[in-house]
Structure formats: C-alpha cells, structure tokens
C-alpha cells in the first residue's frame, strides 16, 4: 500500500471520528430547537386527565377527537429530549383543544437505574397524579420528570420521596404526596407497564423502542419538527 493511500485512508478515518464524536455530542446535550419555548406545561384548568383501565394516562379537554399515542420510560434519554423540544408545543395543543395525548409508559430501563426500579417507581408516581383528575397538575409533574428532574440512564436515580416533592411543587394535594411515597400503586403500575410494553411490540412490528408515537395506529417520525402541528390540523 502507497504512503498515499496510507494518508487518505487515514485522513478519512479522522473525519468519520469526528463525525462520530459530533454525533455523540449532539445527542448527549439534547441539541434540538425547542419549539414554542416559554410556554410551559399545559395551564387551562379546562385540561384534565383521566387514568384507564389499561394503566394509560389521557390528558386533554372533553370531547377532543384527535388523540396522540406516545410510549415512554422515564429513564430514556431520547423520551427527555422529545419532551424538551415538543413538550410545551404539545401543551398548548392541549390548551387549545385541537390534541390529547394518550401516555403509555414502560419500564424496560428499570435495571438503568442505581434503584434497579426507577422506572416503575416513576409510573406508580404518575398514576398516583393523574388519578387526582387535574391535568395542569399532571402536565408540570410529567413535564419535570422527564426534563429538569428527569435521572441520566446508567447512573442516577430519583427516591420515592423526590417524587413526592415534585408532585407537590406541581401543585398536587397531600393525599397525592402519601401515594407516592408510600408507594401505593407500585403493583398496579408494574402491571400496566408490562400491558404498555405489549402494546408497543404489536404496534411497532415487535421492537421496543421509546419515545414511540403514533395517531390513528400510524408511527410518526418525532423527529419531524412539525409533527406536533400535523397532527393537531
């Protein structure tokens, strides 16, 4: 092989790097413009929030027709970069009734976490919020938990009274605080997660994959910056 050859060969390999370590960097800082930046959670008293038989969290205002599907781990990085780039985009969708948003959460990240249960633990939380019926509640709590407050995959980890505390700076009542803390729906949340996560296989051709969206039973590309808009026409 020519020193030429040598050189190109080398010089190519120094840019795929590059590449790679750009990549890396952009997915690791949640690199996205963030749509409609400073509107925050849903804040409509009017948004409420319902939790179904199934373990799926609906929020939204009565009699919405267009319903979004979403499928999220508490602990996955990608389901926080979703939130923080749509997540205010989506609320005032919801404020403005044109969307709800049908939450189906698993656990498959629970062994992520230094409590080898964060993720379950987090999705009793949400049950114990949603079950309270006020959706601009619901809306901060999920909007810090998977932002602010949300622990890094591999390391980090949230205790069942950190859950407590930021349901209640969400606004949530006492009664909300004692379910999560004392764990109340951790049996059930664990049942639903399992019931989500074979939810998601039949509609995603048998891959776990999360964030997952879907409308009417089709996936949407979340990485579609208009997505949001689209289905809210």
């Known amino acids: ?34 749509r409609n930046d400073g509107y925050g959670a849903a804040h409509d008293p009017a948004v409420s929030v319902a939790l179904d038989s199934d373990g799926a969290i609906v929020l939204g205002k009565p009699g919405v027709t267009k319903t979004v599907e979403l499928y999220e781990d508490p602990i996955c990085p990608a389901c926080g970069s979703l939130e923080r780039i749509y997540g205010q985009e989506i609320a005032q969708q919801l404020d403005e009734g044109k ?94 997660a399992e019931a989500a996560l074979t939810a998601l296989k039949a509609a995603n051709d048998g891959k776990v994959a999360t964030p997952s969206v879907f409308i009417n039973g089709n996936k949407i590309d979340w990485n579609d910056q208009e997505w949001v808009l689209t289905a809210a026409k």
């Open 1 to 34: 092989m020519s020193n030429k050859t040598t050189y190109a060969l080398g010089g190519v390999a120094v840019v795929v790097v590059a590449l790679i370590v750009f990549a890396l960097f952009r997915w690791n800082s949640g690199d996205g413009e963030i």
């Open 99 to 192: 969307i709800a948003v049908r939450y189906r959460l698993v656990n498959f990240l629970d062994e992520q976490s230094d409590s080898k249960d964060y993720s379950t633990r987090a999705i009793a939380a949400n049950e114990c919020v949603a079950q309270n019926g006020d959706g601009v509640v619901y809306s901060k709590f999920h909007e810090q938990l998977f932002t602010t407050k949300q622990p890094t995959e591999g390391s980090g980890d949230l205790s069942n009274t950190d859950l407590a505390a930021i349901a209640t700076a969400a606004g949530a009542p006492a009664d909300v605080a004692q379910c999560i803390t004392t764990g109340a729906r951790l049996e059930s949340a664990g049942n639903h």
